[in-house]
C-alpha cells in the first residue's frame, strides 16, 4: 500500500455514476509553435497558426468509456469546456453553468470546479495542464472541510509535472471505467507542481508545489511527479555525448529534443543549444533553432533525417510533454528507426520498470511506436527498454 493511500471499492451503481468534466479549451495551444506554455498565450499561439487540441484529447480519454456510458451522468460547463465533447459522444449530460468570458479563463475553471464540488460528483475529470490542475486544487482547498472530491487529470497542456494525470487520455479513460464498473480503486494525495512560465521560456525551470489532490492511482495508468534537478552523473553524460557527436553523418539533418541530456550533446558538439526548445543540426552546424511544429515538419520532409531525444526523469513520456513541436507529422516523417533515445541508466531506472510512454497524440502513431526500444546509455553502450503498456 502506497503512503497516504487507501482501498477503496466503487459500490455498483444503482443510480448513474456521476461524473464531472470540465475542459480547458485552450489548454496545451503555446506547445506546436514552439511557445513552451500556454497561459496568457491563446491569441498568440493561434496568431501562429496552432489548434486548440484540449477537446480532441479528452474525447480521447471518454471513447475509453463507451462500454458504461449508460451507466454515467456528466455534469459540466456548456460549450467547450465539455458539452459539446459528452454530448457528440452520447452521454447524458447536465449542464451546471457557463464560463463568462470567450475564450474562458482561469477564473472560469474555477467556477466550474466549485460547482462540480458542490453537486457532489463520483470523480471529477479534468483536461488540461499544470495550470488547470492548480485551479483545481485551489477550489478543492477552499473546500475542504466539505469535500473529499477525487479527481483525475486528462494530459492536454505542454508542461505536465504534477502527480494528478493519467499517463495518456486513454489511460485516464481506463481508469474511470474501472470506477464506473465498481472495480477495487485505491486512491491517494497526488501532488501538483507548476513551473514559472516566464522563467520557464528564459531557460531556466523553477517548480513549485501548490498543493495535493485525492486521485484514483492504478499505478499503470497515473503518471509520477516529474523528477526535478540536472543529471548527477556527469562522467556517464559525458561519455554520452561524445558517441552520440561521433555517430552523427554529413548529410542528415539531426532533430535535436528538449532537455538537459541532449544539450549535453550540443556542448560537445560546441553548438548553441535552446534547452527547452528543438534545434536541428546539418554537417556541424545550426541550420534552425527553437523552431515550431510546421517549421520543423517542412526540414525533415524529403531529407535524411535523425531524432535525438530523452525521456521525461521520472514519468517516462518521450512525445506528449515539452516537446509538442514533434507533432504525429514530425515522427512519421522521421520515421521511428531514426530515432535515437539517449538517456543515462540511473534516469532509466528511476522509472521502476514502468513502460515509456508516447502520448503524442495521435493514437495510431503511439500504437505503431510501441515495443522494444535501443536506448543509448553511454559510450556505445545501449540497453532495451519497451516503450508502451502491455495490454
Known amino acids: 500500500m502506497l503512503p497516504n493511500s487507501s482501498a477503496v471499492p466503487v459500490e455498483p451503481q444503482n443510480s448513474a455514476f456521476r461524473l464531472g468534466l470540465i475542459i480547458n479549451p485552450w489548454a496545451g495551444i503555446g506547445g506546436s509553435v514552439a511557445l513552451k506554455g500556454s497561459d496568457g498565450m491563446a491569441a498568440q499561439a493561434i496568431a501562429l497558426g496552432a489548434v486548440p487540441l484540449a477537446q480532441q484529447r479528452a474525447k480521447a480519454a471518454l471513447n475509453e468509456l463507451s462500454g458504461v456510458r449508460e451507466q454515467i451522468r456528466v455534469y459540466t460547463f456548456a460549450g467547450d469546456m465539455g458539452q459539446d465533447v459528452a454530448t457528440e459522444l452520447g452521454f447524458?449530460?447536465?449542464?451546471?453553468?457557463?464560463?463568462?468570458s470567450q475564450p474562458s479563463t482561469a477564473a472560469d475553471t474555477e467556477q466550474a470546479a466549485a460547482l462540480l464540488v458542490e453537486r457532489g460528483v463520483d470523480l471529477l475529470l479534468f483536461a488540461g495542464g499544470d495550470g488547470t490542475a492548480r485551479n483545481i486544487c485551489a477550489v478543492i482547498a477552499e473546500h475542504h472541510s466539505q469535500s473529499h472530491t477525487t479527481v483525475l487529470g486528462i494530459p492536454a497542456g505542454c508542461k505536465i509535472h504534477s502527480g494528478v494525470y493519467a499517463i495518456?487520455?486513454?489511460?485516464?479513460?481506463?481508469?474511470?471505467?474501472?470506477?464506473?464498473?465498481?472495480?477495487?480503486?485505491?486512491?491517494?494525495?497526488?501532488?501538483?507542481?507548476?513551473?514559472?512560465?516566464?522563467?520557464?521560456?528564459?531557460?531556466?525551470?523553477?517548480?513549485k508545489r501548490y498543493g495535493e489532490m485525492q486521485i484514483p492511482s492504478e499505478l499503470r495508468y497515473v503518471q509520477s511527479v516529474k523528477s526535478a534537478g540536472k543529471e548527477s552523473e556527469a562522467l556517464v553524460l559525458d561519455d554520452l555525448a561524445a558517441y552520440v557527436a561521433s555517430q552523427m553523418e554529413d548529410g542528415v539533418r539531426y532533430v535535436m529534443g528538449s532537455g538537459s541530456t541532449v544539450?549535453?550533446?550540443?556542448?560537445?558538439?560546441?553548438?548553441?543549444?535552446?534547452?527547452?526548445?528543438?534545434?536541428?543540426?546539418?554537417?556541424?552546424?545550426?541550420?534552425?533553432?527553437?523552431?515550431?511544429?510546421?517549421?520543423?515538419?517542412?526540414?525533415?520532409?524529403?531529407?535524411?533525417?535523425?531524432?535525438?531525444i530523452t525521456l521525461i526523469g521520472g514519468q517516462g513520456h518521450i512525445f506528449g510533454r515539452g516537446n509538442q513541436q514533434l507533432s504525429p507529422a514530425v515522427i512519421r516523417a522521421i520515421g521511428r528507426d531514426n530515432i535515437m533515445l539517449i538517456a543515462t541508466k540511473t534516469k532509466l531506472q528511476q522509472l521502476n520498470g514502468r513502460p515509456l510512454i508516447s502520448d503524442s497524440g495521435d493514437a495510431a502513431l503511439d500504437q505503431q511506436l510501441q515495443g522494444m526500444l535501443k536506448v543509448l546509455c553511454g559510450y556505445n553502450d545501449y540497453v532495451m527498454y519497451r516503450l508502451g503498456l502491455e495490454e
Open 263 to 308: 544539450a549535453a550533446v550540443m556542448a560537445e558538439l560546441g553548438l548553441p543549444n535552446t534547452l527547452l526548445g528543438v534545434d536541428v543540426v546539418e554537417n556541424g552546424e545550426v541550420i534552425a533553432s527553437d523552431v515550431t511544429a510546421s517549421q520543423l515538419l517542412e526540414l525533415v520532409q524529403g531529407y535524411p533525417c535523425k531524432l535525438v
Open 168 to 207: 495518456t487520455p486513454a489511460a485516464a479513460g481506463k481508469v474511470v471505467a474501472q470506477m464506473v464498473r465498481g472495480e477495487l480503486v485505491t486512491v491517494q494525495d497526488a501532488q501538483v507542481m507548476d513551473i514559472d512560465e516566464a522563467a520557464f521560456r528564459q531557460g531556466t525551470v523553477r517548480a
Open 92 to 100: 447524458a449530460v447536465e449542464v451546471v453553468g457557463q464560463a463568462q
